[in-house]
């Protein structure tokens, strides 16, 4: 389970990546933030996202357009 969830079904690109920049700050490092996006533009900016911040991005799914990614916060 990750130490916290950030809900931005409903919001279009870039404001899940800008508020998934935000939610990290609050997990402790090493810890796991938790996104759910509807925005299918958010695969490509979550890979992007992980690659620029050193960030892992350890887990990513779709089920019924709701996109699932699970990003381990750099220690």
């Known amino acids: 389970m990750a130490d916290k969830t950030l809900d931005a079904k409903g919001l279009n ?17 090493g810890g796991t933030l938790e996104v759910l996006s509807t925005d299918p533009g958010s695969v490509a900016d979550f890979e992007a996202f992980c690659r620029t911040t ?21 220690a």
């Open 54 to 74: 050193g960030n892992e991005l350890i887990e990513t799914g779709e089920d019924g357009g709701v996109y699932r990614f699970l990003i381990k916060h750099a």
């Open 13 to 29: 690109c870039p404001l899940p990546i800008l508020k998934a920049k935000k939610a990290i700050g609050e997990v402790p490092k």
